[in-house]
């Protein structure tokens, strides 16, 4: 049974860091690209960061580049997603995803490419 579970999120002050962890178990981070997504009260969902993966090639989207950073530990069948300076336009819930990958390397934040999805873990970014 695939499983992919969020944790890291919290309330922090504008200008912190969090770091999220999404625990993956029933695949194999050697043949499934891992994304994060984030989906804001009254918002469409957004995709953040990807990593690909046999060379750990990864993506981050425009609107947290700079900020927000991914990587994963294979040992531990781990995704973490770095997140610095946070804003509050950074509060969401975010979500963790996995889909199987036919092309070594790539990856994208379309959502409709991925298979599994984590619950999600709240980030709030408040004063």
């Known amino acids: 049974q695939v499983q992919l579970v969020e944790s890291g999120g919290d309330l922090v002050e504008p200008g912190g860091s969090l770091r999220l962890s999404c625990a993956v178990s029933?695949?194999?981070?050697?043949?499934?690209?891992i994304g994060w997504f984030r989906q804001a009260p009254g918002k469409a969902r957004e995709g953040v960061s990807c990593?690909?993966?046999?060379?750990?090639?990864?993506v981050v989207e425009d609107s947290v580049k700079g900020r927000f950073s991914i990587s994963r530990d294979n040992a531990k069948s781990t995704v973490y997603l770095y997140m610095t300076t946070l804003q509050p336009e950074d509060t969401a819930v975010y979500y963790c995803?996995?889909?199987?990958?036919?092309?070594?390397?790539?990856?994208?934040?379309?959502?409709?490419?991925?298979?599994?999805w984590g619950q999600g873990t709240q980030v709030t970014v408040s004063s």
């Open positions: 990593i690909s993966t046999t060379n750990g090639n990864t």
């Open positions: 995803a996995a889909f199987r990958s036919l092309v070594q390397g790539v990856c994208g934040v379309i959502g409709d490419w991925y298979t599994y």
């Open positions: 029933g695949l194999s981070l050697d043949h499934h690209v």
